[in-house]
């Protein structure tokens, strides 16, 4: 099923409410700068671990903890990172439910495809991490079957 229900017996479709690419791009650049901050404080904090100019293996797995838990993590339990936060938008299933932590998990990895970045240049704002886990980022006035915070 493509759609849900609203209150009234009205069905809404997600891909109404789909966020602007202006939206989308502001998502990349702060989500970007949420994460170099926490890979910057990441390093700061361990700096006496390693004495080489190469990273411990504690820094390594620190390392891939921030990186692949920044998404999942804030996406599972907020339905948003906090690019999201700030710019009013949060991730639904397709079908407008609340994802499960496999999809979140699954859209993160999706985001380590080679140039997926560049795959918002179509006409839609649904890049292959959003197509490929079945999920769609949408303004939060669309309240969907499940509201998140």
């Not at 390392?63 to 999201?84: A, H, N, Q, R, S």
Request: charged share 20%; proline share 3%; glycine share 10%.
């Amino acid at each position: 099923m493509d759609k849900i229900l609203d209150h009234e017996t009205n069905y809404v479709d997600p891909e109404l409410y789909l966020a602007s690419k202006g939206q989308r791009f502001a998502n990349y650049i702060l989500d970007r700068i949420g994460l170099y901050a926490l890979i910057f404080l990441l390093v700061f904090l361990t700096e006496g671990e390693s004495a080489s100019d190469e990273l411990s293996d504690l820094q390594t797995i620190l390392f891939l903890l921030i990186l692949g838990g920044y998404w999942v993590l804030t996406e599972y339990f907020f339905g948003k990172t906090p690019g999201k936060f700030l710019t009013g938008t949060k991730v639904v299933t397709k079908d407008g439910q609340s994802p499960s932590f496999a999809t979140i998990l699954g859209r993160t990895l999706c985001r380590f495809i080679p140039f997926e970045p560049f795959s918002f240049f179509g006409s839609k704002t649904v890049g292959w991490h959003d197509s490929i886990s079945n999920t769609r980022v949408v303004r939060d006035e669309y309240g969907g079957e499940d509201y998140y915070v």
